[in-house]
């Protein structure tokens, strides 16, 4: 009950795979799943990002299996990492975070070229850990998958522009990593699409072009795979990352569009202007020959959101997001607490300082082994490169320092994204420790320094530390106790229910129950079905919402009094969503309060408590 919402929505398949008598028996389950949208049979692995759960389930049951083993050979007891399948999968997930620390870093070293980089961007991530992510109270987050190979991704893509060295072991780790975020969560389609923007628009400033091909082959290999493995899920097969990488890559001339290339881009003159339009043709293009063929309206929720933030417009699925803080806009007091730690000043900072140190040339004469003659377009190494006849930065830091900028942007416009932010600012002030950009300062002052930024930031980022390690917290519900176990022992198996998503998803992963909708709200079908089911939220004719609700085939309803009764803010109520999508009788009674206040007809009440109203759905009216 604790994993509440997607959360527990997510957790429900693992514990079906661990509960599963075999892997032949639990991929079928998940293949044809009739549990999680009831009504409509439907494969778990293309609608929802489960590969983590199926993994992680199926190593646990292999664990098992193998201490089992042992202890019947004599070896000990069972662990208790063995015996309980939650520890199992809670832990693995604390480890993921860990490790994400780690890669950070190995980032600020990279990036820096300086231990000491690694250490003041890893002082960074845990001086600001409340800003940085979530996993310590929700752990069952996409995120909480998906971020840690973002990041190890863009590492690797960092190493590649720093070295030039586009290795296979090099190019198979950005593959692996890209693939691997694509299963785990939804949101990182977005994230390549910005980042093959970038790379492109600084290989018109930075002359990196056989590399940039080999890095969109990457991410073609990269989608392909993942395609495959998501069974072409409509969503990701039309979502703006294949849009902007097909576009791209005709726009670089990458060997397999080339002769698309040629035709898009014959009349017109300026190098970078022809690139750019080609690129830009040839995204529209791909849009709306996948939309002639495919036509998918999975991701118009997505538009409906990003067009909520720049004007008025409202609807029921922006709504549902916007009211939530998770999707609101960046608080101002996240900028005052980057402050206080000195992260965004120093992130900030670092962009000017490295542009400005750049043009001042080393004293240093330049060693033999910096220039490197089998490096792509013979490039050096260092940040003496050339943009139009001119020094420039090196160009691993402007990406990043780019893409930290577009993170900012993400985050400002849904908070929940600066967990891409605050990390990656991270990252950047680690280049206030590299020797080479800072070399006009000798070596025992640059450090004084650099001691001298730690402790200002240690004034301010301890404390912060103090607070989350020594918070404490719980979780009870009893009433959604009594609601769940009245279920499990009243209610057939196979009897289906519907009602808010968060409720549904605890329902599903402790009673075991169908549900009708869920929290997953990625999809046309199940958003339709949603915005029938809230109905009984707001006020309207019961009969005509029993008529709904048994066309969808929900045998029971479940109504809680935190949506009938709760006062959100301003604009924000269940009534301000619902009249979006449906011209309300005010005058009417709202359906869920006539449910609390015993005037349930034609549906029957089978269980009520202060919270919780569980109806039973008229068969007919």
């Known amino acids: 009950m604790s994993l509440r919402t997607e959360q527990g929505f997510y957790y429900s398949f693992y514990k ?34 489960i590969y983590p759960e199926f993994v992680l389930g199926l190593t646990y049951k292999f664990i098992l299996t193998m201490v089992n083993m042992t202890d019947h050979l004599g070896f000990g007891p069972l662990p208790i990492l063995a015996m309980n399948p939650m520890y199992f999968y809670l832990f693995t997930i604390f480890g993921i975070a860990g490790w994400c620390s780690g890669v950070t870093f190995k980032f600020g070293s990279l990036l820096s070229d300086s231990f000491i980089g690694g250490i003041l961007a890893l002082v960074c991530f845990y001086y600001n850990i409340a800003h940085a992510t979530r996993v310590q109270w929700a752990p069952g987050l996409r995120e909480c998958f998906g971020y840690p190979f973002i990041l190890l991704q863009t590492y690797y893509i960092t190493k590649i522009l720093k070295t030039r060295s586009c290795s296979d072991f090099n190019m198979v780790s950005v593959v692996a990593c890209t693939v691997t975020a694509n299963l785990s969560w939804q949101f990182s389609q977005f994230i390549w699409s910005t980042q093959v923007t970038l790379l492109f628009i600084l290989s018109m400033l930075y002359d990196f072009t056989e590399t940039l091909q080999k890095l969109l082959l990457c991410h073609l290999v990269s989608f392909t795979i993942s395609a495959v493995l998501l069974c072409f899920n409509k969503l990701f097969i039309t979502s703006l990352y294949p849009t902007v990488l097909v576009g791209i890559c005709i726009a670089s ?54 067009r909520s933030k720049f004007t008025d417009y409202q609807d029921f699925d922006s709504m549902l997001y916007t009211c939530t803080p998770e999707f609101d806009f960046l608080p101002l007091s996240t900028f005052v607490d ?32 910096d220039f490197e003659e089998g490096n792509d377009e013979g490039i050096h190494k260092d940040s003496d490169s050339k943009v139009f006849g001119s020094p420039c930065p090196d ?71 103090k607070i989350e390690v020594y918070r404490e917290g719980f979780y009870q519900n009893p009433q959604q106790m009594e609601l769940f176990e009245y279920i499990s022992s009243s209610t057939n198996p196979n009897d289906s229910f519907a009602g808010a998503m968060s409720i549904m998803a605890n329902l599903k992963l402790s ?13 046309e079908e199940i958003r339709l079905k949603t915005r029938k ?76 408590n202060e919270a919780y109203s569980v109806l039973k759905v008229p068969k007919n009216i």
Request: hydrophobic fraction near 45%; include cysteine; aromatic fraction near 12%.
């Open 338 to 369: 980057l402050c206080q730690t000195l992260l965004l000043p120093s992130a900030y900072l670092a962009g000017p300082l490295v542009l400005f140190l750049s043009l001042i040339p080393s004293a240093a004469p330049a060693k033999q082994e």
């Open 533 to 608: 089911i809230y109905r009984a939220f707001g006020p309207g004719s019961k009969e005509q919402l029993g008529e709904e609700l048994r066309d969808l085939q929900v045998k029971y309803l479940v109504v809680d009094a935190l949506h009938c009764y709760s006062e959100m803010r301003r604009g924000c109520s269940i009534m301000d969503v619902l009249n979006t999508e449906y011209e309300l009788n005010k005058s009417m009674s709202v359906i869920c309060e006539e449910f609390f206040e015993g005037n349930p007809t034609p549906f029957e009440v089978v269980f009520q």
């Open 511 to 523: 009673t075991g129950r169908p549900i009708v909708n869920h929290p997953h709200y990625e999809n």
């Open 395 to 465: 160009l691993a830091f402007v990406y990043n320092y780019g893409q930290a900028f577009v993170y900012v942007v993400l985050a400002i416009l849904v908070m929940r994204l600066k967990l891409f932010m605050t990390p990656h600012l991270c990252v950047v002030a680690s280049v206030l420790a590299s020797r080479k950009v800072f070399h006009v300062l000798s070596k025992t002052l640059h450090f004084s320094l650099i001691a001298l930024l730690l402790a200002a930031m240690s004034v301010k980022g301890i404390e912060n530390l």
């Open 253 to 306: 001339g990458l060997p397999t569009f080339k002769k698309y290339s040629r035709w898009l881009s014959r009349s017109i003159a300026t190098t970078s202007i022809k690139r750019i339009s080609t690129a830009i043709f040839g995204s529209v293009l791909f849009k709306f020959v996948m939309f002639l063929f495919i036509g998918s309206k999975d991701g118009d929720h997505v538009w409906s959101i990003l």
């Open 16 to 49: 079906e795979v661990v509960s599963s008598t075999g892997v032949s028996s639990a991929f079928r389950a998940l293949l044809k799943d009739n549990k999680s949208e009831y009504g409509t049979t439907i494969n778990s692995f293309e609608r929802f990002n």
